[in-house]
């Protein structure tokens, strides 16, 4: 397993607890591979949004898997890129009442089970993965 964190916009906090989560993420799913997450602000975000979902709005995290439909054979498993708003990371934590580590992990596994495949675009997937989401985060002990 390896991940990067690039921080284009000085977020300069102490984001190690995302090695743990990530780890444990893929090991529960039973995969590895090589991931990026990038942390930008909401401008950015809107820009990306606007792009590639035709949306012209800002939003919390954007998942851009290298190997969608498998057709990108690699010797080592890439899995592509994790963008992640702070400044709307940082709003949410507030509004839903949790600590930021609560809401940039959440984001962080959300993000990593769409570079895995998962999806919510109908109620029986939602749940999947929502299911798996909070299960991911209280086993490594990452609540409110």
Same mark, same amino acid.
């Given at each position: 397993?390896?991940?990067?964190?690039?921080?284009?916009f000085?977020y +300069? %906090?102490?984001? /190690? @607890?995302?090695? +743990?989560?990530?780890?444990h993420t893929?090991?529960?799913?039973?995969?590895?591979?090589i $991931? /990026?997450?990038?942390?930008?602000?909401?401008n +950015?975000?809107? %820009?990306l949004?606007? !792009? @590639?979902r035709? =949306?012209?709005s800002?939003?919390?995290?954007?998942?851009?898997?290298? %190997?969608? #439909?498998n057709?990108?054979? !690699? &010797?080592i498993?890439?899995?592509g #890129?994790?963008?992640? /708003? =702070?400044?709307?990371m940082?709003s949410?934590? *507030?509004?839903?009442? *949790?600590s930021?580590?609560?809401? $940039?992990?959440?984001? !962080?596994?959300h993000?990593?089970?769409h570079?895995?495949? @998962?999806? *919510?675009?109908?109620k029986?997937?939602?749940? =999947?993965m929502?299911?798996?989401q909070?299960?991911?985060? %209280?086993? &490594?002990?990452? !609540? +409110?």
């Amino acid at each position: 397993m390896s991940f990067e964190i690039i921080d284009e916009f000085g977020y +300069k %906090n102490d984001y /190690s @607890y995302l090695n +743990k989560l990530i780890e444990h993420t893929l090991k529960k799913l039973d995969t590895s591979g090589i $991931l /990026s997450i990038i942390f930008i602000d909401d401008n +950015k975000m809107q %820009n990306l949004n606007k !792009t @590639y979902r035709g =949306i012209d709005s800002t939003t919390d995290v954007l998942s851009f898997a290298l %190997n969608d #439909d498998n057709t990108v054979k !690699t &010797e080592i498993n890439v899995l592509g #890129d994790i963008y992640i /708003s =702070i400044p709307k990371m940082i709003s949410q934590a *507030h509004e839903y009442n *949790h600590s930021e580590k609560r809401e $940039l992990s959440f984001l !962080t596994v959300h993000g990593l089970l769409h570079l895995l495949g @998962y999806d *919510h675009q109908n109620k029986d997937e939602e749940k =999947i993965m929502f299911d798996l989401q909070e299960e991911i985060l %209280n086993e &490594e002990g990452i !609540t +409110k």
